[in-house]
């Protein structure tokens, strides 16, 4: 059983950064790959980014590639999201997600989910 607890959320202006983390409970940290989801009003739960149980492989979403930045941390069981040049759109309550198997866009791969974290970017 994993359990993970995100932080870091908050309110900043468009063009601001926040660091959003992860923390995840258990010993086999390692063996998970990780995600980030967001779900802003009115919208459906989409991919943001993720990244391989070694570090070694991301993925990112379109709208966000090149302004985010994926990072864990398999000593201190914790997966980071690094949110650079936010944007209104960016606005949405952002979950941390693991599960055994490749990177994928799709949620239903991904058995255990944080509570999620608001992200809230004014113009």
């Known amino acids: 059983q994993v359990q993970l607890v995100e932080s870091g959320g908050g309110s900043v202006q468009a063009g601001g950064s926040l660091r959003l983390s992860c923390a995840a409970s258990g010993r086999t940290f390692s063996a998970y790959t990780m995600a980030w989801f967001r779900r802003a009003p009115g919208k459906a739960r989409e991919f943001v980014a993720g990244?391989?149980?070694?570090?070694?492989?991301?993925v990112y979403a379109d709208a966000v590639k090149a302004r985010f930045t994926i990072s864990r941390d398999n000593a201190k069981n914790t997966v980071d999201l690094h949110l650079n040049n936010l944007k209104p759109d960016d606005t949405a309550v952002y979950y941390c997600?693991?599960?055994?198997?490749?990177?994928?866009?799709?949620?239903?791969?991904?058995?255990?989910w944080g509570q999620g974290t608001q992200v809230t970017v004014s113009s």
């Open positions: 990244i391989s149980g070694s570090g070694g492989s991301t």
């Open positions: 997600a693991g599960g055994r198997g490749i990177i994928t866009s799709e949620y239903g791969p991904y058995t255990y």
